[in-house]
């Protein structure tokens, strides 16, 4: 036993300072620990230093809570923005992702006071049944009752847990009755939205009517993407070869957040998405605008870029209705003027930006599938103008 | 011996016992190939730390440009696969390449020379995944390699042939250790060391190899069939010739999900070692625990379409892999459950180990309760793929895992050495694990339910993202502390540590009756074993174990 | 504490009090070849599975019906006949009879030669038809499964011929009676393969 002793010795000789003092207003014992921490931090560095025991179990014990009120307090100033942000899960904007939302709060609650109980109970026994001068462990081994007990507790729980997903899973699967269909196609690393019906065809910005059931056949040409906008469902795994569908119903009009959520390579951190949930009236006048064949180029600069866009090899892989360009490989450029983002995400849709991604796609998205042109910067200027006017 | 016709005469090699650097690389002995285990999967864990490092200073800000993006993609997918296979699972081999032989009386493991020749397929294997470093392109497709993301034409470099190459080879080793490790514990236990009393490490070792040994073959095609298609031009994960994707995903997660099992069930047993020494009780629930580790291990093969919740396999599917899911929970909680009753009423000493112990319940939990909560269906829609996964699994892997491992390290090291570790420093250790690992990893949480996905190198800066990811990478530089605190203590101990003797902790299995470190034949004479406590017989002979 | 270390013999083999330890009269080799064996059985429906997920998946190419499953049936005789042999050879060594286990031996090691000359035979004919293992999925799958099973014949041969050629009248060494049992189960276990992938491979040609 001896050696075992001689080490505990100095843990246990302050055993009886760490009882509940007078119970000083939280935030003052706040500031003690953390002055008691800084002053002791030293004493361990010596002792530390000089490879002696643990001072004392007060200091220990001291930095423990001055812990445990930072991660408290960490904690419910992280979660507050978790509720209302953008991209966020919490804060639904259809009835599928409010579903979803209620059950993680039920699951959520459940798991914290699951752990609020074990945590207790741990903490306490650590504190309370520490080895003390003449206290003796009790040898009991088992008992079959309790062992039911804690066995079937836990069973039910999950059987309401089990009920409830069942639940919510057919309902929010549910196909809706004459939807807005939309097909989407995932790329390496943008997204592609057709609507069959509507004869469109754009990227990155997908726009739906407030109020209709909307119908996602998500797919993928190349590599497995995942279509995830967290407000407004849950996400689906875009497979080459295999069509997944989402379904959702937008509550509220608005931009809605999301991202491609499966690793699908170099680019897979900028393959954004952007939802605009519009009024049916608006979102049937984007409609017949993206409708139209590409808008003549007005200004000379705008003028320019053209020529230049039908010198280059851009219509190999870009299509602009109304034009020769009738490429597949990117993104249909035909409204790109009209819509908020470049590349995915990566750059606000702005003239400059523009002229930036002409200029060297591979510096703003390394890795990007566009090759770089090798513009002059006047070329540049004029073609995005051009980009610009394709509104 | 003449009537012993059947019974088994281990032909043990000859211990010529070499000295110096040779002695490491020609020792069959057990001991010495579990320190080998343990010192070789300790580096593994730095540079995968190491490469944690980068991946959360690339991640300080919004647009940060430590790594480029396919560095990036490069580590985390190292970072994971070292973690995982080249860290946590051979350490735990190690461990019980060590003490399984001395906790169940025998002199050796059933093998010795194939227990060797699984060190060095482990090490070969790990050398020749982190040789693609030097080939020009390190597997970067994330630790599950997903194809066709894999394959031609998205990944045209070497790095995925490095993958499976060197996984391939450590798996040949691990099947190798595993059927070493059964065998050892089903036929040459001490008299006495019936089943029913076997220390419940040992059970969790035997459980647990059952595990490798049906789990890894299907990942071991898995990987067969992606060398063929990269080398050899075959077309099973080529969808225009038909393959089918989610048939790579099912195979990997064949294994992949009973892996992360195989990560935690011997630790399971590691606590159930520590706990009840440092409470001063017998372990609650004995035969509890040791069933929860079968029924975990059952279960643990029938869930692993849990990962692909989001991939579209249909709603039936969904529905059986979220029930077997959720089953988990309940033999997971009968364990913790009994930790707790073992801890009551005790006389509980505040050992390092002890602290690493109670803190291994508790942070586990925290990974564990989100678990059930990831096989509800509709929200892992929502945080599949997500940094809310991130935060569940490295509270499982660093939370319970490695504070469990750091629990056993600071029990056995003088088992192992002869000599103490500082609990000084082991005290800071603690403290500063505890602090860095929930300021790491809590808050990742938040990130995936802020709508993060994970395997982005960087993200946009959108409200509250920035805060956190800055935290968390404080966090880390907190664990990395932590880290070098216990990589010190354990080299600076090995010279300045105090004298252990041969029962440090006055502790009941077979082990401790022998010296510290024991010599190569592991014991002078074995004690009668009569219970599961044998050692406690012998210094209770007035109120001895129940038999 | 004076005795001397306990040798390995008391450890083992002795049942305890409880007698429950039928199990430890099992050798270790025979304990060791079992347990790898089933480990071996998953890696094999590993790829059986694929092949039958994959069966009229492939977009162009042959599939099954371009294999002669006559010829193949003949070949598959010889493994299994095989078995038969083993089975003799097991017979030998409970008397301890070596020159028996060796002449046995040898025939096992003949018919599951001839085995893998039919599959060299079958391989060749398909080459010279332009069937690759990537020429489509389903050569793919197929090649996969059955020459993973070649390559186990293979292994078997070698330790057969290994076995046949060092064995020892001894009881227990590695070299000795428990290593061919050990090998014996091993080679039946590569017989019970070709069991399930002889049907699903060529037999379903002839229903479909
Ligand atoms: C040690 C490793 C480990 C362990 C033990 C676990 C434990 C569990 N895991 Fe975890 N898991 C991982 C490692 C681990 N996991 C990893 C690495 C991944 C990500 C892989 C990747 O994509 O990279 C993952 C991902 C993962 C997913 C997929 C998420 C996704 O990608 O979309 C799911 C889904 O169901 C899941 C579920 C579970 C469940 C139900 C448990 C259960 O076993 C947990 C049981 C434990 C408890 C519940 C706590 C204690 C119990 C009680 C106190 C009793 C009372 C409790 C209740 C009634 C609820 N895990
Ligand atoms: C046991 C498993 C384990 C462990 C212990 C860890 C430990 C850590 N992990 Fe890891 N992690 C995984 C398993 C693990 N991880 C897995 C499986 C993934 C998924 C991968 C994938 O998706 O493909 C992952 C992914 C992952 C990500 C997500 C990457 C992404 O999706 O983009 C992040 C991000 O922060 C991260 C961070 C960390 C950190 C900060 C630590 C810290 O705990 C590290 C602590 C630090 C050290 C241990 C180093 C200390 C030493 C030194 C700094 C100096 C000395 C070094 C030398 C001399 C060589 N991990
Ligand atoms: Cu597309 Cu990630
Ligand atoms: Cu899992």
């Given amino acids: 036993m001896g050696s075992y002793d001689r080490l505990a010795t100095p843990l246990r000789k302050t055993q009886t300072t760490s009882g509940p003092a007078a119970a000083p207003p939280q935030l003052c014992r706040f500031a003690r620990s953390a002055l008691r921490v800084a002053f002791c931090a030293l004493r361990f560095a010596r002792c530390a230093l000089r490879f002696r025991p643990f001072p004392s179990a007060r200091h220990l014990n001291s930095i423990g809570r001055l812990s445990g009120s930072i991660l408290a307090v960490g904690l419910a100033l992280g979660l507050l923005p978790a509720l209302a942000a953008p991209r966020s899960p919490f804060s639904p904007a259809s009835p599928q992702a409010a579903s979803i939302a209620d059950l993680f709060w039920f699951t959520l609650i459940a798991a914290g006071l699951i752990f609020l109980g074990v945590e207790g109970t741990i903490l306490y026994s650590a504190f309370a049944h520490r080895e003390r001068p003449g206290r003796e462990a009790s040898q009991f081994h088992g008992n079959t009752r309790v062992e039911i007990i804690w066995t079937a507790l836990p069973a039910l729980l999950l059987l309401v847990v089990f009920y409830l997903t069942v639940r919510t899973m057919h309902d929010i699967s549910a196909p809706p009755g004459d939807p807005v269909e939309i097909n989407v196609v995932g790329h390496q690393w943008w997204w592609e939205f057709s609507y069959p019906k509507e004869d469109v065809t754009t990227a990155n910005e997908l726009h739906v009517p407030v109020g209709e059931p909307i119908l996602l056949h998500v797919t993928s040409a190349d590599v497995i993407h995942s279509f995830w906008v967290p407000q407004l469902a849950g996400k689906q795994d875009a497979n080459p070869g295999h069509v997944n569908d989402i379904t959702f119903t937008v509550s509220a009009p608005g931009t809605y957040l999301g991202q491609c959520a499966e690793f699908c390579g170099i680019e897979h951190t900028w393959m954004a998405i952007r939802v605009v949930a519009e009024p049916p009236a608006q979102y049937a006048a984007w409609v017949k605008a993206q409708q139209q064949p590409a808008s003549r180029p007005t200004s000379n600069l705008a003028i320019l870029g053209e020529t230049i866009f039908q010198s280059q090899t851009c219509g190999s892989c870009h299509a602009i209705a109304g034009t020769s360009a009738n490429g597949v490989a990117g993104p249909s450029l035909t409204h790109v003027g009209s819509r908020a983002t470049i590349g995915a995400g990566v750059l606000d849709n702005t003239p400059a930006n523009m002229e930036r991604w002409l200029l060297n796609p591979q510096d703003v998205k390394p890795g990007v599938l566009m090759p770089n042109s090798k513009l002059t910067p006047n070329d540049a200027k004029a073609l995005a103008a051009y980009m610009e006017s394709l509104r | ?547 | 504490m004076t005795e001397q270390p306990t040798s390995g013999v008391v450890n083992h083999g002795g049942s305890d009090q409880l007698g429950r330890e039928a199990i430890r009269q099992i050798n270790p080799n025979v304990l060791g070849i079992i347990i790898f064996i089933s480990s071996e059985a998953i890696f094999f429906l590993s790829l059986i599975v694929t092949y039958v997920v994959y069966r009229g998946a492939s977009t162009s190419g042959p599939g099954a019906h371009v294999l002669n499953v006559p010829v193949t049936a003949v070949f598959t005789l010889f493994l299994w006949s095989s078995s038969l042999t083993m089975a003799r050879v097991t017979a030998h060594l409970g008397r301890n009879d070596v020159a028996g286990v060796r002449r046995w031996l040898l025939i096992t090691i003949l018919l599951g030669a001839i085995f893998l000359v039919g599959q060299g035979y079958e391989y060749y004919h398909l080459y010279a038809d332009n069937v690759t293992i990537s020429r489509n999925l389903w050569a793919s799958t197929f090649f996969t499964v059955t020459g993973f099973h070649g390559l186990h014949v293979l292994v078997g041969l070698i330790s057969m011929s290994i076995m046949a050629g060092v064995i020892s009248p001894g009881e227990n060494h590695p070299w000795g009676a428990t290593g061919v049992e050990a090998v014996s189960l091993y080679w039946h276990f590569v017989d019970a393969v070709w069991v399930v992938i002889f049907p699903v491979v060529y037999l379903w040609t002839l229903i479909s």
């Fill in chain 2, 1 to 547: 011996m003449a009537e012993q016709t059947r019974g088994y005469v281990p032909t043990y090699p000859t211990i010529t016992a070499p000295t110096g650097l040779w002695r490491w690389v020609a020792t069959v002995d057990h001991k010495d190939i579990g320190v080998l285990y343990i010192v070789t999967t300790l580096v593994f864990f730095l540079i995968g730390g190491l490469e944690a490092m980068f991946i959360r200073l690339q991640l300080i800000a919004p647009n940060a440009k430590v790594l480029d993006p396919e560095t990036y993609d490069e580590f985390f997918t190292m970072h994971g696969t070292t973690m995982v296979f080249l860290t946590v699972m051979p350490l735990l081999i190690g461990f019980a390449n060590y003490l399984v032989p001395l906790m169940i009386g025998a002199r050796d493991m059933a093998f010795p020379r194939l227990n060797a020749m699984s060190y060095w397929l482990l090490l070969f294997g790990g050398l020749l995944l982190y040789f693609s470093f030097l080939a020009g392109q390190a597997p970067n497709g994330m630790w599950f390699m997903y194809v066709p993301q894999t394959l031609p034409p998205y990944t045209t470099g070497p790095g995925p042939n490095y993958w499976a190459a060197g996984l391939l080879v450590t798996s040949v080793g691990t099947i190798a250790a595993s059927i070493n490790l059964t065998v050892t514990i089903l036929l040459l236990r001490a008299p006495g060391m019936a089943i029913t009393r076997l220390p419940l490490f040992v059970w969790t070792v035997l459980v647990n190899s059952f595990l490798i040994l049906w789990a890894l073959p299907p990942l071991a095609a898995a990987m067969v069939m992606m060398l063929l298609d990269r080398l050899v031009g075959t077309h099973f994960f080529d969808v225009s010739a038909g393959g089918n994707v989610l048939l790579y995903e099912h195979l990997f997660w064949f294994l992949g999900h009973p892996e992360v099992y195989i990560l935690i069930l011997p630790v399971f047993g590691m606590v159930s070692e520590t706990i009840p020494v440092f409470a001063r009780k017998p372990i609650f629930g004995y035969t509890f625990i040791a069933a929860s580790t079968v029924a975990i291990a059952f279960l643990a093969m029938s869930v692993w379409a849990h990962h692909m919740f989001t991939s579209g396999m249909g709603l039936t599917e969904d529905t059986f892999f979220s029930a077997a899911s959720m089953l988990i929970a309940i033999p997971t909680g009968v364990k913790v459950f009994n930790w707790v009753a073992t801890m009551w009423r005790g006389a509980i000493r505040w050992t390092s180990s002890m602290l690493f112990s109670i803190g291994f319940i508790g942070e586990f939990i925290i990974g564990g309760l989100t678990g059930p909560m990831l096989a509800t269906v509709p929200v892992d829609w929502q945080v599949h793929d997500s940094y809310f996964i991130v935060a569940h699994l490295h509270y499982v892997f660093f939370g319970g895992s490695v504070m469990g491992i750091f629990a056993a390290a600071y029990y056995w090291y003088p088992k192992i050495t002869g000599r103490l570790m500082s609990e000084n420093l082991g005290k800071w250790h603690f403290w500063l694990t505890i602090v860095g690992l929930n300021l790491t990893f809590f808050p990742m949480h938040l990130n995936g339910l802020l709508g993060m996905p994970r395997h982005v190198y960087t993200y946009p800066n959108l409200p509250g993202l920035a805060e956190l990811n800055f935290w968390e990478t404080i966090g880390a530089f907190i664990l990395a502390t932590a880290v070098v605190v216990f990589v010190w203590n354990v080299v600076a101990s090995v010279r300045f540590g105090r004298i252990a003797g041969n029962d440090p902790w006055d502790a009941w299995t077979l082990e401790w009756a022998t010296a510290s470190p024991p010599p190569p034949y592991n014991f002078a004479s074995i004690p009668p074993v009569r219970s599961r406590r044998p050692l406690w017989d012998l210094k209770h002979p007035e109120n001895p174990d129940p038999r």
